[in-house]
């Protein structure tokens, strides 16, 4: 056996490290619709009600099983405004990169945006940064949804 072929038995070259595209475009479109709500731009007043469902990402066994028993679901939508336009309750923006870099919506995330749909949530898939812009300027132009009728909770502690 040559030294050449017991070397690529046992060392391989590296992996190129994986490149987070979602997470990326995520970040920057977080930037932007800061940056608009800084500008005074309409679509900007939704930065301080959006927030990110950390759902994905690598975990081991136990961290994940333990999430899970708290209250984690497969398939939440990776950003939800709670505000409430267009007659809607809300809204779930299911987001992926930009193609070609997107990844392939899951069963779960498609089941989860029908669910959300069925309860009065405005549930869309955005796949790259551009669209999702255009989704949020939308929403944002929508009239605010005005609730006609609440019930008081008698049960928890006054905040």
Not at 67 to 94: A, H, I, N, P
Request: net charge positive.
């Amino acid at each position: 056996m040559t030294v050449t072929a017991t070397r690529s038995r046992t060392a391989r070259a590296p992996r190129a490290p994986r490149v987070d595209h979602e997470g990326i475009e995520q970040m920057v479109l977080i930037r932007w619709l800061f940056g608009e709500q800084q500008r005074g731009m309409p679509v900007g007043d939704l930065y301080d009600v959006i927030y990110h469902v950390p759902n994905g990402g690598q975990r081991n066994k136990k961290t994940a099983a333990d999430l899970k028993r708290q209250g984690v679901r497969s398939g939440v939508s990776d950003l939800v405004v709670m505000e409430g336009r267009g007659g809607w309750l809300g809204l779930y923006l299911e987001f992926k990169a930009t193609p070609p870099n997107h990844a392939a919506t899951a069963a779960s995330q498609r089941e989860w945006l029908e669910k959300a749909d069925r309860r009065g949530y405005c549930a869309v898939l955005a796949r790259g940064l551009e669209e999702a812009k255009a989704v949020l300027r939308k929403y944002a132009g929508w009239e605010p949804t005005i609730i006609e009728q609440r019930q008081a909770m008698p049960h928890g502690t006054k905040w």
